[in-house]
């Protein structure tokens, strides 16, 4: 037994929890988690392990977005090219200008919301506050495009899986209905 160890252990504390305690005993008898700087999370033995992780997780991170967008965008390629004519019909529904302007929102948002929080790590009680309230604004002014989007598609009838998106379909690309394929295969059969 150490001599931090007798010395806890003669206050009547076998665990080096008793009084008057080093840090250094205290670090020895408990797996060598000694007192560390308050910049490092408890469950890191030094500042270089905290920073190796985290720099691990963010590449973890952005091998995964990698993997999952690749594969997003090999769908929507793979799609584009089987069925160029859906793309066609869809665009004459798309409202560039609203989107420009949703974009530029969501961009502006990410901004308030990555200077409230740096205001927060600083200290900047008023700039958090005024980022807040500015990233609040932009998610109810991006919901308020989105409305307006939406609106005008289900004035259209443009909702999914509804039945008058499968007549409009139908008679834009002139594809054949049901009811033409069942009648012209009666016909030829009998």
Same mark, same amino acid.
């Given at each position: ?7 806890h252990a ?16 205290h670090?020895a ?16 033995d030094t ?6 992780t985290? #720099?691990?997780?963010? @590449? $973890?991170?952005?091998v *995964?977005?990698?993997?999952? /967008?690749?594969? %997003?965008?090999?769908? =929507?390629?793979?799609?584009?090219a089987?069925?160029?004519?859906i ?5 004459h529904?798309?409202d ?17 919301m990555a ?10 009680? #008023?700039?958090?506050? @005024? $980022?807040?309230?500015? *990233?609040?604004a932009?998610? /109810?002014?991006? %919901?308020?495009?989105? =409305?307006?989007e ?24 002139r594809a ?15």
């Amino acid at each position: 037994m150490s001599s931090t160890a007798s010395a806890h252990a003669a206050h009547g504390d076998s665990h080096g929890h008793g009084g008057g305690h080093s840090s250094e005993g205290h670090g020895a008898e408990h797996g060598g988690h000694g007192h560390h700087p308050s910049y490092v999370a408890h469950h890191f033995d030094t500042a270089k392990q905290q920073f190796d992780t985290g #720099k691990f997780g963010i @590449w $973890m991170f952005l091998v *995964t977005e990698v993997l999952f /967008f690749s594969g %997003l965008f090999c769908a =929507y390629l793979l799609y584009r090219a089987h069925h160029p004519e859906i793309f066609i019909y869809a665009h004459h529904y798309l409202d560039t200008k609203l989107g420009a302007i949703n974009t530029i929102v969501l961009l502006f948002s990410s901004l308030t919301m990555a200077w409230a929080v740096r205001a927060a790590a600083l200290g900047q009680k #008023k700039v958090l506050v @005024w $980022m807040l309230i500015l *990233t609040l604004a932009c998610a /109810f002014g991006f %919901l308020g495009i989105k =409305y307006i989007e939406y609106s005008h598609k289900i004035h259209d009838g443009l909702v999914w899986g509804a039945r008058s998106t499968r007549r409009i379909w139908s008679r834009t690309t002139r594809a054949p209905s049901r009811r033409t394929c069942t009648s012209s295969s009666a016909s030829t059969s009998g």
